[in-house]
C-alpha cells in the first residue's frame, strides 16, 4: 500500500475526463488520496481515449486507477467504487442542444446517480458522497430575491423556457434525488453548488464552460449569453471547495460555491482594459436580459472555514494563458 493511501484512504471521481472532475483528480492526488475514476468506454470500434493527460499527473503512476463506467449502466461503477472511504459523483449527462427530451436526459441522471449511491451503500466503505450539482439548480426563478441560499431552488416552469433547460432541470431533479437517497439510507450525501465556473484546465477539448466565460474573446454570442449579473468561480477553488467538504466533520447538506459576482458592462470594461489585444464584443449583444439572476451567497461554505483563493483577474489570466498554449485563442 502506497504510503499516501495509508494516510488519506482511496476516492473515486466519476466522469475523470470532465473540466471538473480531472482538476479534481489532479489536486487529490497531490492530498495523498488514492484515486479511482471513472471514463466512458469508446463505442467505435478498435478506439480508445487518450487519458494520458491523467495518467501523467504527479502521482498517478502509483495512485490513480481508471475504470470503465457508464451511465446508462449504473452498475458498470461498482468496481471503482469498491473499497473507497468516498465518491466525488461529478459525471453528468452533458445536454445543452437539446437534442433529448427533459425527461430522458433527467431520468438517465438521476437513475445513474442512485445507482453510484446504491453501491456505495453496499461497499460498506463509503464514508461521505460529494455530489457537483449545478448553480442553475438554485438561480432561476421570477420571485424577486436579491439573494438567495441554499434553501432555494430554480423555479421549473420559468427554466422550462429557457435555452439548456434539459441541463438545467436534470441537474436540478437529480440534486434532489442525491439528498433525499441520502436521508433515506442513512449516507452521507453533501452537494456542491458551483457558479459559472472559469480558469484553466487539463483535459485536451476546451470545456464549455470556458466557451461561456469568454464568449466576449471568443465571438460565442449565438450560443452563449451572459446573464445581466453573472457570478463566478475558479476551478482551483471549486476542486478545493469538494475535498474541503468531504474532509469538514460538519459538512451537512448543501453549498453554495461562487467567489465573484459581476455585470455584463463591468466585465466587458474588464477584459477589454486588462486584454487590449482582443476585440471585445459590446456587452448589449452579449447580454440575456429574459432571465432575471438573483446574487447566489457563500456564507454557508464560507462559515464552514472555507477562503476562496482565486479573484476575476486570475480566473481569466489563468484561462486565456491555457487556451492559448492549447490553440483554441
Not at 495509508?6 to 480531472?22: L, N, Q
Not at 497531490?30 to 480508445?48: C, D, F, L, P
Not at 437539446?98 to 451503500?121: F, H, P, W
Request: some cysteine; hydrophobic content about 35%; aromatic content about 10%.
Amino acid at each position: 500500500m502506497e504510503k499516501g493511501e495509508k494516510e488519506k484512504g482511496k476516492v473515486c471521481v466519476t466522469g475523470g475526463t470532465g473540466f471538473v472532475a480531472s482538476w479534481l483528480i489532479l489536486r487529490l492526488l497531490q492530498h495523498g488520496y488514492s484515486v479511482n475514476t471513472t471514463i466512458r468506454s469508446h463505442q467505435a470500434a478498435g478506439s480508445k481515449k487518450d487519458t494520458s493527460y491523467l495518467t501523467n499527473l504527479p502521482n498517478a503512476p502509483e495512485n490513480l486507477r481508471i475504470f470503465n463506467a457508464d451511465l446508462d449502466n449504473p452498475d458498470s461503477f461498482e468496481a471503482a467504487i469498491e473499497g473507497c472511504i468516498g465518491v466525488f459523483h461529478v459525471a453528468h449527462p452533458i445536454e445543452f442542444q437539446d437534442n433529448e427530451t427533459e425527461e430522458m436526459v433527467t431520468n438517465k441522471s438521476v437513475r445513474a446517480t442512485l445507482g453510484i449511491l446504491r453501491a456505495c451503500v453496499n461497499s460498506k466503505t463509503v464514508k461521505r458522497v460529494v455530489y457537483t450539482s449545478s448553480g442553475s439548480s438554485i438561480m432561476f426563478n421570477d420571485k424577486g430575491a436579491d439573494v438567495l441560499d441554499e434553501g432555494s431552488w430554480s423555479d421549473l416552469n420559468y427554466v422550462r423556457k429557457l435555452s439548456g433547460a434539459s441541463y438545467y432541470v436534470s441537474k436540478m431533479f437529480t440534486e434532489r434525488a442525491a439528498l433525499e437517497f441520502g436521508d433515506k439510507c442513512s449516507l452521507d450525501v453533501v452537494t456542491v453548488i458551483p457558479t459559472w465556473i472559469n480558469g484553466p484546465f487539463i483535459c485536451p477539448s476546451c470545456p464549455a464552460s470556458l466557451k461561456a466565460s469568454l464568449a466576449m474573446i471568443m465571438g460565442n454570442e449565438i450560443q452563449i449569453k451572459y446573464h445581466e449579473r453573472t457570478p463566478f468561480v475558479h476551478i482551483d477553488d471549486v476542486a478545493s471547495a469538494h475535498i474541503f467538504l468531504f474532509e469538514y466533520p460538519e459538512a451537512k447538506g448543501r453549498y453554495i460555491c461562487s467567489a465573484v459576482e459581476t455585470t455584463t458592462d463591468n466585465l466587458c470594461e474588464f477584459v477589454s482594459k486588462r486584454y487590449p489585444e482582443f476585440q471585445i464584443m459590446d456587452a448589449d449583444s452579449l447580454t440575456d436580459s429574459s432571465a432575471k439572476i438573483a446574487s447566489l451567497s457563500s456564507k454557508k461554505l464560507l462559515d464552514s472555514g472555507f477562503r476562496f483563493k482565486y479573484g476575476l483577474e486570475e480566473m481569466f489570466d489563468e484561462a486565456i494563458e491555457c487556451c492559448r498554449q492549447k490553440g483554441f485563442l
